[in-house]
């Protein structure tokens, strides 16, 4: 299993694989401390104007280059809808608004673990689009005329919003 923990993160003992069910898990058999993978999950949004959806070229990998739907991960103690807003200004500079939830996504595509993305449709408030944090360009880009994107979660979204132009 990869980003598997070799140590318990309680006591420091060793963690061995245990079956839960059907599940393999990593177990501590000195404190009974069982660790449970989760998906990550992310926020993002989904502007669309006038036909065209704006998305942001990826600076850094994992797939660098590719274009993707600005999103980003969650933070602990932040809501959701606070990550969605926060990750559309620093990688597009622009203000949105949530108008409201278009769609949670499974990506089992991403080498840094799986997620979990929950997408808003969103409109600009203010700014300027503008590239930043670790996206490298922004642009919009006509439903019919969409490039290939990272991650399966936003391919998914892809394909349907390409399935309306
Ligand atoms: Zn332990």
């Known amino acids: 299993m990869r980003n598997e923990f070799a140590s318990c993160?309680?006591?420091a003992s060793p963690l061995e694989?245990?079956?839960?069910g059907e599940h393999l898990r990593m177990v501590c058999r000195a404190c009974g401390y069982v660790h449970y993978r989760n998906p990550a999950p992310a926020a993002g949004v989904l502007i669309v104007e006038n036909g065209a959806v704006l998305l942001v070229k990826r600076r850094y990998?994992?797939?660098k280059g590719l274009w993707s739907i600005p999103s980003g991960f969650i933070e602990y103690d932040e809501d959701v809808r606070v990550t969605a807003a926060r990750e559309a200004m620093e990688e597009t500079g622009l203000e949105i608004e949530i108008?409201?939830?278009h769609a949670v996504e499974t990506c089992f595509d991403d080498p840094r673990g799986n997620t979990?993305?929950?997408l808003y449709r969103a409109h600009a408030t203010g700014g300027t689009p503008r590239a930043g944090d670790d996206a490298e360009e922004v642009g919009f880009f006509?439903?019919?005329d969409l490039p290939p994107v990272a991650f399966e979660a936003h391919r998914k979204v892809r394909g349907?919003?390409?399935g309306r132009a």
Do not use: N, Q, W
């Not at 694989?17 to 839960?20: I, L």
């Open 99 to 101: 108008d409201a939830l």
């Open 9 to 11: 993160p309680l006591c």
């Open 17 to 20: 694989r245990g079956r839960e």
């Open 142 to 144: 006509p439903l019919e």
């Open 116 to 118: 979990l993305l929950v």
């Open 160 to 162: 349907e919003l390409a």
């Open 61 to 63: 990998e994992p797939f």
